[in-house]
């Protein structure tokens, strides 16, 4: 049969299935601007619904918010399956509300739905085109809504039309052609069967006939016994910001759970999957009426609480603890909530995934992982589906990466599920599928089509048989079927999207340093706890909370639109104040007890650190004359007047996790220091560095080892300007061409000494490019073997990245690279083409390239793009891309990055130890007078080992204290932790704080084993 005929005939018995209709009138509407989540700034006040011009009965500009009310009343006698409310519009997205509940969303998709009969009160809120929020050419367009309307579908006309299309479908993707040929003839009997002039009861025994017919015919066609098995779970995923910001996010969540919760009602078969902790708070405090009902569908057994993280979290950027707290603050929210507790991390979109994660996720007690993002790659196509994933540690999680059509956003149609079995790879070794359905993204969920479809396919003639469930029952399954499976071990690099190590640099400096600022809030507060302090800590779970928030996949990588990102610009503030306020309350109350109207000096980390500090000046104190401070030991050091009112000093041997006190004096000689600075050459104990005129550096002397670090000829610190675009996925993308053009900068530079001595040097090198400029001091001290390069940038530029080059005098054939709790190594060449796409990678606070006995790492304090090819470490700092913000970046940046050139390699050279001093300074204070409860100096945890004290936090449940360390070198070894006290109790638990098995204790100590790259955790208990 002609595909025209059958398209005609199934697209009028999808019309003839609504039987009836009777049009609602006596709408209301009335205008708003949505200004926050349950918050809005109304236009106008409720009139009649205006009609519009024909065919539509309303019409609303682009970005406003319309609300429609109306009384109605069902007609009787109406069988209460049949009774629907349908609404046709477009450029409309919105939520039914009936007799004040939350009941359905309506979209494109979503245009009808089973309403009970009764008389009752509708309301519509809906956005008005809301595509011309990342659509410039969208914001003269108007929504319209073309009708509304009770109707009556005959649901026996609309199986049949289900059943008809899903046969033609079936006989399009049916793999053999015979099975093909012999659907082909069952539909076309069939379907000439029905005569579409005919009227009345012949109309319907002629339909009936037509099902009766296909079905029997259907069933003579024996299913392929070897085409493999689909499972099924209903799915919507909603990204908590994109190209809409998170209060729509909000509304988002109200329109796709009431669906949900109407296709479970009308679905009997029918499971769905949802993730993010999030989401679902924001339906218990803006949808309460709607949760309730989410809750008994869990409880029901038919809607899955999944994910375990927060939010689907970016995995390149966010810190190990933060990924850890993403899956703490999740599973406990779900427990206390629902009382479930996932085992999969459910992260179907996420742009690539450290090698870290499986120890990370395994050490959560999430045993599971899923995404479909491996498939994206641009050049080498991911070889497994269904594997164990082993990272860094050993640790193993079992994954699965289905490659399907429609990703994460499929339809359980023959083509797609046929497409999906013939894509896995794991065949032989295990012969099912997870396949999650529905309309994502934006949210929305199944349709009643999709899920017709998907009761339709779970044993069809030339489809992948199917069945439905939720998704952590498809990994119990395989975990019980034991299947041999392959290993993939290290990281699960996307070969696309690296710019996401970039873009929106603004905000990943603000993630990082609040990163930070809430470890040092969490440490100092528990410190000042266990002394019997009370330091008001309750903002930081909060704080915490709203950061994890802010690390979603489409916030923290930059590929949301521009309004994302300046709301974000406010929530970071209002985190990193409310951590800084526990921070500074917590280190009062140490200064309170040991100043003696000195300065105090902390270190939140596990050593004693030799390390510059930048104190204010005391009261009192002339910032024109000559200073010294004297440590707790006596000795005096050089102090340096920086700025107007702060002074710089070195903190030699400032205790592990501790403070020590400073007098500040008059200096009563100059000190001795090392350094010599010029606008052409600095030097000290450690350096020389000659500059060229245009401020790169031509020479670098590593005076200790005596050995020139840059290649002759070369020069490093080449901050390179590259093409970089344009691309329709300009925000999330960068391409190997950017190397194909270098722009020059504005040949006027100009250099200057604006710091020399005693504690550092300085000279200041300014650039321009067009419109934009770049501050950059390049900082050397007379104690710390660190260059730094704190710069400032007034960055303008569209298409362009911004890279610093490092040409080094070392050679090997991989650089190693900073990645949560611990390091991976990658190719400095391009053997393969596996290599070849490595050309962007992800690291976090330094990047190593090292041979036997000698290396340069390269730190930085808010960056994560790198590239290395041969002798070339390079540290990406700015890009200017224009989609889907066409001003990101634009505007102020800060942002200090390192050369530590070192005697061994990266693990002998305190790469790691530098890469933390650099992200984590001292913090001082101005002490009070003294009370005498603590000394001048104190370390009050030491930590004996190869391991990093990362976290100390109050525990989630009030009882003791978490203690979490990391083994940062690929090493093993016991370590040992001294304690400020005796703690009654030490029990090993997982990183969610669940468990705990006993380890001995020596009185204030504790010994453990630890493995390389393992992470530990531990709960103190106190009397």
């Avoid at 479908?169 to 093909?180: G, L, Q």
């Avoid at 006939?209 to 016994?225: N, Q, T, Y």
């Avoid at 769905?272 to 008994?296: D, M, N, T, V």
């Avoid at 690099?493 to 340093?513: S, V």
Wanted: glycine share 8%; net charge negative.
């Amino acid at each position: 049969m002609d595909v025209r005929i059958i398209r005609a005939k199934l697209t009028e018995l999808q019309r003839r299935a609504v039987v009836e209709t009777w049009p609602i009138t006596g709408w209301q509407a009335r205008t708003a601007d949505h200004l926050a989540a349950d918050e809005y700034r109304y236009h106008d006040d409720w009139a009649p619904l205006e009609s519009a011009a024909p065919p539509a009965i309303g019409s609303w500009p682009a970005g406003v918010t319309v609300f429609l009310r109306a009384q109605a009343a069902t007609p009787e006698g109406v069988p209460a399956d049949e009774l629907c409310f349908q609404y046709e519009g477009s450029d409309l997205e919105g939520l039914l509300t009936l007799d004040g509940r939350p009941y359905a969303g309506l979209d494109e998709h979503h245009t009808r739905v089973v309403v009970p009969a009764g008389a009752h009160e509708l309301l519509i809120e809906a956005a008005c085109v809301p595509s011309a929020r990342w659509r410039p050419e969208k914001r003269k367009d108007r929504a319209l809504l073309h009708s509304t309307a009770f109707v009556r579908v005959d649901r026996q006309i609309e199986a049949a039309m289900y059943d008809l299309w899903f046969a033609w479908e079936a006989s399009k993707h049916a793999r053999d052609e015979t099975r093909r040929a012999r659907l082909a003839a069952a539909l076309e009997d069939a379907l000439l069967c029905i005569d579409l002039t005919a009227t009345g009861d012949a109309f319907y025994q002629e339909v009936a006939a037509a099902r009766s017919l296909l079905a029997e015919r259907v069933a003579a066609i024996a299913p392929d016994p070897e085409a493999g098995r689909m499972f099924l779970t209903g799915h919507s995923h909603i990204d908590t910001a994109w190209l809409w910001p998170i209060r729509e996010t909000v509304r988002k969540c109200g329109r796709t759970f009431a669906t949900a919760c109407r296709m479970l009602e009308r679905h009997p078969h029918y499971r769905f999957s949802c993730s993010q902790p999030q989401l679902y708070e924001y339906a218990r405090r803006h949808f309460p009426a709607l949760y309730e009902e989410i809750k008994g569908w869990v409880k029901a057994g038919r809607w899955e609480t999944t994910g375990g993280m927060w939010v689907e979290s970016d995995c390149n950027v966010p810190s190990g603890e933060a990924l850890i707290r993403q899956v703490l603050h999740g599973v406990r929210f779900f427990q206390a909530e629902f009382g479930t507790r996932p085992d999969t991390c459910w992260l179907p979109d996420v742009f690539g995934y450290p090698a870290s994660l499986p120890g990370i996720l395994l050490g959560c007690g999430i045993e599971n992982f899923m995404t479909n993002k491996l498939h994206w790659q641009a050049r080498n196509r991911f070889p497994m589906a269904l594997f164990w994933w082993e990272g860094i540690d050993g640790a193993r999680v079992l994954a699965h990466i289905p490659k399907l059509p429609g990703g994460y956003n499929g339809a359980p149609d023959p083509e797609q599920l046929n497409q999906g079995w013939d894509d896995y790879p794991q065949k032989t070794a295990y012969p099912e599928v997870l396949f999650s359905y529905g309309y994502g993204d934006g949210g929305g969920g199944p349709t009643d089509a999709m899920i017709e479809s998907a009761r339709r396919a779970e044993r069809y003639p030339g489809v992948t048989a199917c069945r439905q469930g939720l998704e952590e029952q498809y990994f119990d399954d395989v975990r019980v079927a034991n299947p041999a499976l392959p290993t993939w071990v290290g990281e699960l690099y996307l070969e696309t999207h690296r710019g996401t190590y970039t873009t929106q640099a603004a905000t990943k400096r603000a993630n990082r340093k609040n990163e930070l600022l809430l470890r040092e809030a969490e440490i100092f507060g528990s410190l000042a706890a266990m002394q019997g302090a009370a330091v008001d800590a309750s903002p930081l779970h909060a704080a915490w909370q709203d950061l994890l928030l802010l690390q979603f996949h489409d916030i923290l990588p930059g590929s949301s639109i521009g309004e994302v990102y300046a709301e974000a610009a406010v929530d970071h503030a209002a985190i990193g104040r409310a951590a800084a306020g526990v921070r500074d309350a917590a280190l009062r109350t140490f200064a309170a007890a040991a100043g003696r109207d000195q300065i105090v000096a902390f270190n939140s980390l596990s050593w004693p650190r030799i390390d510059v500090a930048l104190a204010p000046l005391p009261a009192g104190h002339a910032a024109d004359a000559a200073w010294e401070v004297v440590g707790p030991d006596g000795r005096a050091t050089a102090a340096q007047h920086v700025g107007e009112s702060q002074i710089a000093f070195a903190t030699e041997g400032l205790p592990a996790f501790g403070y020590a006190t400073y007098a500040v004096r008059p200096a009563a000689a100059p000190h001795s220091s090392s350094l010599s600075v010029t606008a052409q050459r600095l030097e000290n104990a450690f350096f020389v560095i000659e500059l060229a005129a245009d401020g790169t550096i031509v020479r670098l002397l590593d005076k200790a080892a005596q050995r020139e670090v840059i290649p002759a000829g070369e020069a490093a610190n080449r901050l390179q300007l590259f093409q970089d675009g344009p691309e329709r996925e300009a925000a999330w993308n960068v391409h190997l061409t950017y190397a194909g053009r270098e722009y020059a900068w504005d040949p006027d530079v100009r250099i200057e000494v604006i710091e020399a001595g005693p504690v550092r040097g300085a000279v200041r090198v300014t650039r321009a490019y067009r419109a934009s400029r770049i501050v950059q001091d390049i900082v050397i001290y007379d104690r710390v073997p660190r260059i730094d390069f704190v710069t400032q940038a007034d960055w303008q530029e569209r298409q362009v990245m911004l890279k610093a080059a490092f040409p080094v005098d070392v050679r090997a054939t991989g650089a190693t690279y900073e990645i949560q709790f611990g390091a991976v190594q990658r190719p400095t060449h391009r053997n393969t083409s596996w290599d070849e796409e490595k050309f962007e990678v992800c690291g976090h606070r330094w990047a190593d390239l090292s041979e036997p006995g000698y290396g340069v790492s390269l730190l930085n304090d808010c960056k994560y793009g790198y590239d290395t090819l041969g002798h070339v470490l390079r540290l990406t700092l700015l890009r200017g891309t224009e989609y889907p913000d066409p001003n990101a970046d634009r505007g102020h940046h800060e942002f200090t990055y390192a050369l530590l050139p070192h005697a061994g390699e990266w693990h002998a050279g305190e790469t790691v130890r530098q890469g933390w001093a650099l992200n984590a300074p001292v913090v001082c204070l101005s002490g009070q007078a003294a009370q005498g409860a603590l000394p001048a100096a104190a370390s009050f945890i030491q930590v004996e080992g190869p391991a990093i004290l990362e976290t100390l936090k109050a525990a989630e449940d009030g009882d003791g204290w978490i203690l979490r360390l990391y083994e940062p070198h690929g090493s093993r070894g016991q370590v040992t932790v001294r304690l400020p006290f005796a703690p009654a109790a030490v029990l090993a638990c997982n990183h969610i704080e669940e468990g705990g098995d006993p380890v001995p204790a020596d009185g204030h100590a504790f010994t453990f084993a630890i493995g390389p790259f393992g992470v530990r955790t531990f709960r103190l208990k106190r009397d």
